[in-house]
């Protein structure tokens, strides 16, 4: 008899607010990637920065809060993201509760919910596929293995300008600089990279740019970061993971 694997109930945190069309494939990407996994996944999106709507724990088993640009170096924060920060803080309490995946602000909101600190990068505006090596603990969870050599290292898309600057003191680093951090409940996982984004993406936003990471920028930078877009990353073996680490859990919580 072949054993079916359960359908997965997904919801998503839209944390960024636009009508360009890369906010929409943003959201297709996650879509494309859990189906390409999981073709029978239920996907829910939600919209707490313009609704105030946050799913109801109880009804999924994975809750992945995307990228946004809020500013949570700002001594007050929007209503919103204060009820997001107190969503993640109850979510996190629950003994049966889903688990939550952060990504980039989504990884940043997280933290700072559970006792960490954001802080401008030292090295300036982050824009492209980024490479970042993983610690001892991040390469036994990711089980890298790249031209048949266990490698220490992964790649993402990346578009921020702060980052981890204290993690939470319940979560491990699986990467060097807190680029992805796994609580020890092993209910939160937080990228700063994006696993979702696309060259698309990517270019959308740029293109878009009101002048926030090119403003400052010479043409030669402006042209490197639109080349970083090309550079090959690990956009489809993270999402993998992701929902190999969600079967995990599932399985150990009937067991």
Known sequence: MISR??????????????????????????????????????IEVFHPITDGVFPNPEDFDLIILTGGVFDLTLPDFDPWVENTLEYVRNT????SGPK?????????????????KIGWNRQGDVVGVQEFRCTEAGVKFFGLDKGGAKSGNLALHKFHKRSIATPPPSF????????????????????????EMTNF????ILDADDG??????????????????ELPHDGVPVPHRLIKWLDEQMLQDRM
């Open 5 to 42: 694997q359960p359908s997965l109930r997904v919801a998503i945190l839209r944390n960024y607010d636009t009508p360009a069309q890369w906010g929409k494939e943003m959201i297709e990407s996650w879509k494309t990637s859990i189906h390409a996994i999981r073709p029978d996944s239920e």
């Open 92 to 95: 996190a309490k629950l003994e």
């Open 100 to 116: 939550l995946a952060g990504i980039c602000w989504g990884h940043q909101v997280i933290c700072w919910a559970m006792g960490g």
């Open 172 to 195: 491990t680093a699986l990467a060097e600089d807190h680029e992805v951090l796994l609580s020890s409940d092993n209910k939160m996982i937080t990228f700063q990279g994006h696993p």
């Open 201 to 204: 993406v990517a270019k959308g």
């Open 212 to 229: 926030a990471y090119t403003g400052s920028a010479t043409e030669a930078q402006v042209k490197e970061m639109y080349a970083r877009f």
